[in-house]
């Protein structure tokens, strides 16, 4: 196995077990099935010891998730051209389709489509590439792949750090201020989201439109979705966070990562890496 993250539990007022401190920590175990998932494969320990869904969480201690050694070659290809934004070495930035789910396990996912669109790594460490954060099925953008073993952990830990920053583009329906910032917390968590209106247009069916860019300092479980609905102006094409009378079918949701920026973790250079609109964007804002 390999360590691919880490991350220092933060003090309790009372002892709460793994199994529901632990959810969301981690980019890659974002629901409470996913941490069981890997607390019962053994990929979950806190101080050094292996956990299990009745470890206690008193604060301080170290949780480290690994990963099982990957093989050589990926159990499974799926045959999907992806468009490649950057590539070196050590890591790699996609530009990820809507409507594709990141990993898990269905056959059609990011993760089995990566070997085939990206070159192997040449150094000593180099494995199978991986995903090391997600974006959700419906939303398009920037996606950070992992090449090599130590390059998988140096960007966990930035995410771990909040050392690397994302910026999204959304359609959202209704009246926003010119910017300002959300900070309505999920699943009882701190949640903090900024934002700025580039544009918007007059709509008949949903009365004003908004092209906004986001820029969210936490990463919680559908969070640009769920602060955009809160203040009732939800992003357009959202079939799970949507008003009466102001759902749009059959294009989709309007959410996009659209920039990620970050100090490379080995060449120490500055990246920022911008994955442009989708088409659906534009027929609306014309850039």
């Not at 470890?55 to 468009?83: C, Q, V």
């Not at 900024?194 to 479980?221: C, D, I, M, W």
């Not at 989709?252 to 890496?273: D, M």
């Given at each position: 196995?390999?360590?691919?993250?880490?991350?220092?539990?933060?003090?309790?007022?009372?002892?709460?077990?793994?199994?529901?401190?632990?959810?969301?920590?981690?980019d890659?175990?974002?629901?409470?099935?996913?941490?069981?998932?890997?607390?019962?494969?053994?990929?979950?320990?806190?101080?050094?010891?292996?956990?299990?869904?009745?470890?206690?969480?008193?604060?301080?201690?170290?949780?480290?998730?690994?990963?099982l050694?990957?093989?050589?070659?990926?159990?499974?290809?799926?045959?999907?051209?992806?468009?490649?934004?950057?590539?070196?070495?050590?890591?790699?930035?996609?530009?990820?389709?809507?409507?594709?789910v990141v990993s898990?396990?269905?056959?059609?996912?990011?993760?089995?489509?990566?070997?085939?669109?990206?070159?192997?790594?040449?150094?000593?460490?180099?494995?199978?590439?991986?995903?090391?954060?997600?974006?959700?099925?419906p939303?398009?953008?920037?996606?950070?792949?992992?090449?090599?073993?130590?390059?998988?952990?140096?960007?966990?830990a930035?995410?771990?750090?909040?050392?690397?920053q994302?910026?999204?583009?959304?359609?959202?329906?209704?009246?926003?201020?010119?910017?300002?910032?959300?900070?309505?917390?999920?699943?009882?968590?701190?949640?903090?989201?900024?934002?700025?209106?580039?544009?918007?247009?007059?709509?008949?069916?949903?009365?004003?439109?908004?092209?906004?860019?986001?820029?969210?300092?936490?990463?919680?479980?559908?969070?640009?979705?769920?602060?955009?609905?809160?203040?009732?102006?939800?992003?357009?094409?959202?079939?799970?966070?949507?008003?009466?009378g102001?759902?749009?079918?059959?294009?989709?949701?309007y959410?996009?990562?659209?920039?990620?920026?970050?100090?490379?973790?080995?060449t120490?250079?500055?990246i920022?890496?911008?994955?442009?609109?989708?088409?659906?964007?534009?027929?609306?804002?014309?850039?």
């Amino acid at each position: 196995m390999i360590q691919i993250a880490s991350h220092t539990s933060s003090t309790q007022n009372s002892p709460v077990r793994i199994q529901e401190y632990a959810v969301g920590i981690f980019d890659t175990l974002p629901t409470k099935s996913a941490l069981k998932k890997a607390i019962k494969k053994g990929l979950v320990y806190v101080n050094g010891i292996k956990a299990n869904t009745g470890t206690y969480i008193y604060g301080n201690e170290t949780i480290s998730l690994y990963a099982l050694t990957p093989t050589s070659k990926p159990s499974k290809t799926f045959d999907l051209a992806l468009e490649v934004l950057f590539e070196d070495e050590y890591l790699a930035v996609i530009n990820k389709p809507a409507g594709i789910v990141v990993s898990g396990n269905s056959f059609a996912t990011i993760n089995n489509a990566l070997p085939q669109n990206l070159e192997k790594s040449t150094l000593t460490d180099a494995t199978v590439p991986r995903p090391v954060h997600r974006l959700d099925y419906p939303t398009s953008g920037v996606l950070l792949i992992g090449k090599t073993t130590s390059s998988i952990i140096q960007l966990n830990a930035l995410f771990e750090k909040k050392n690397i920053q994302k910026t999204y583009h959304a359609i959202a329906i209704g009246s926003l201020n010119k910017q300002g910032s959300f900070e309505a917390p999920i699943d009882s968590k701190n949640a903090t989201t900024q934002y700025q209106v580039l544009q918007h247009v007059a709509s008949q069916k949903f009365n004003r439109l908004n092209l906004v860019e986001l820029r969210p300092s936490t990463g919680r479980k559908h969070q640009l979705r769920k602060h955009l609905f809160a203040n009732k102006t939800p992003i357009l094409g959202d079939k799970t966070y949507f008003l009466d009378g102001l759902l749009l079918n059959g294009n989709g949701l309007y959410l996009h990562a659209s920039t990620l920026e970050f100090t490379h973790p080995f060449t120490s250079k500055p990246i920022k890496i911008t994955a442009k609109l989708p088409k659906k964007f534009t027929r609306i804002f014309p850039l």
